[in-house]
């Protein structure tokens, strides 16, 4: 293995997964809790998701600042900073008296998680040869795909042992100690050269993002489609950032550069991120309501169903990696694309009465398909950009994500509701909604194909172009 720099490079990967996990645990270890601030605080349910969305919101508006401020402070200080920030959300939920606390807390957590995960894959990149990442960034994304899986369960066990202030202190010891470990092993960067601030641009997507979300976040029963505030957010969301891309196209220093989707390499993978994670998000709503409530077991066989997709997510997500280093992504993630694709179908065609052995076979079958493309797939598509440009095409990867994540669920979640209003909410109902969604989610996922089959080979990518050398619209 060639070293690029100084640090050790696996104790560079130790830190970044300690940051990483403990920004992607705090967020889904929150949502048992919610019941909980709705009574200590006399909440109303709308307000209470917001504990949820402030942190979706906040990192959102928050990850196009990212590399821009990489090139101003360098990526060990801005890491750095968004762990101290993290830690300083942490310590004002722990001592917060009221639900304005809560939220500036969770607004603040959401900042920091903006700052961190896109300089995540940077920073591995740094110090390991491309050769070698494919390793490295498996390690790293098997412990944050199984952050999430496990975070309800751990809140659930907090609640029951503890309170909730507990959710929020339990961060503080691993944030501190990422951030300690992080000062001695931290690869530096030196700040590069300063360019222009495209403030309106910032603007633009910062809002586009945030009304997006914000309209997303309320967009759950069938009457809010007729609500004159979403009717009125919506497509001031859908104009600004379509005004951002104009700008973005005409700008010669923009905040981020659309013109790195002309490599085929990171265009395919965003496609295939994305496809990918409106799959999770989709099994992470439906999988509860398909083995409670149609097939009438107890919460803790839910858990075990997500958990076990994470585990085979991680181990085939080592086997992915290896595969990536060795004869490139097109295999891989061709692979994975096809189990996950084939796994979530089969779940959509379930019956009422299948064994519930046969949902935990597809959910592994599913994990393993994540395993060998998510990860890997991000990866191979960041090693095709200008080394200068990783931080921003993480940063765009992961927007391009939440956001068709979003819409997505938005769609399920109406698409359930209208199917119970005209059906009534019986066993059968939900058992055919959510066997429709699962169904149409397979169907994406399988459409990917063709992007993954045509993944370019590292002889055909032109890696590391200049970006001088990318078009720009005049």
């Known amino acids: 293995m060639r070293l690029l720099t100084a640090p050790p490079p696996w104790l560079v990967v130790v830190n970044v997964m300690l940051g990483t996990v403990t920004v992607s645990l705090n967020n889904t270890a929150l949502n048992p809790a919610l019941p909980t601030f709705i009574e200590v605080f006399d909440l109303g349910p709308v307000l209470a998701t917001w504990i949820l969305a402030s942190f979706m919101a906040s990192m959102g508006i928050t990850l196009p600042l990212t590399s821009y401020l990489s090139q101003i402070l360098g990526r060990k200080r801005l890491y750095l ?39 995540s ?41 503890y309170d909730w202030r507990a959710l929020f202190l339990l961060n503080v010891p691993v944030a501190l100690s990422a951030f300690l470990l992080g000062i001695r092993v931290l690869p530096k960067s030196e700040p590069n050269a300063r360019k222009p601030f495209d403030l309106p641009g910032y603007l633009l997507i910062a809002f586009g993002i945030g009304l997006l979300l914000f309209v997303t976040s309320r967009l759950h029963r069938l009457e809010a489609l007729l609500d004159p505030l979403n009717l009125l957010l919506l497509p001031a969301a859908l104009l600004c950032l379509a005004a951002f891309v104009r700008r973005v196209l005409r700008h010669p220093h923009p905040l981020l550069d659309l013109r790195l989707f002309t490599l085929r390499g990171y265009r395919n993978s965003v496609i295939i991120a994305v496809v990918q994670a409106v799959g999770m998000f989709q099994t992470l709503l439906l999988i509860p309501l398909l083995i409670q409530l149609v097939m009438g ?23 992915g ?3 990536l280093d060795r004869r490139g992504a097109r295999e891989a993630v061709s692979s994975g694309v096809l189990l996950t694709g084939t796994a979530t179908l089969g779940l959509g065609l379930l019956g009422t009465n299948a064994p519930l052995w046969t949902v935990f076979a597809l959910m592994m079958l599913r994990g393993a398909g994540l395993g060998l493309s998510y990860m890997p797939v991000t990866t191979a598509g960041l090693n095709s950009l200008p080394e200068a440009m990783v931080t921003q095409g993480a940063a765009m990867n992961n927007i391009s994500r939440r956001l068709g994540a979003s819409l997505a669920l938005v769609l399920a979640s109406l698409w359930l509701e209208f199917q119970l209003a005209a059906n009534g909410a019986e066993t059968t109902a939900y058992a055919s909604a959510i066997g429709d969604i699962l169904i149409a989610t397979g169907v994406l996922v399988l459409l990917a194909l063709p992007w993954a089959w045509r993944f370019p080979t590292e002889e055909t990518e032109p890696v590391n172009r200049p970006l001088a050398e990318l078009p720009v619209r005049n």
Not at 106 to 118: E, N, S
């Open 297 to 319: 077991h107890s919460a803790i066989w839910t858990g075990l169903a997500l958990l076990c997709t994470a585990v085979c997510g991680g181990l085939f997500g080592q086997l």
């Open 121 to 161: 894959p940077a920073i591995i990149f740094a110090v390991f040869a491309k050769e070698d990442r494919g390793r490295a960034t498996g390690l790293w994304g098997a412990a944050v795909m199984l952050a999430p899986a496990v975070g309800p369960l751990c809140g659930a066990l907090v609640l029951e042992w």
């Open 81 to 119: 900073g968004g762990l101290a920030l993290f830690v300083a959300g942490s310590l004002i939920g722990t001592l917060a008296t009221g639900i304005e606390m809560v939220l500036a807390a969770r607004v603040i957590q959401g900042i920091a998680g903006g700052l961190m995960i896109p300089l």
């Open 321 to 323: 990696g290896r595969a």
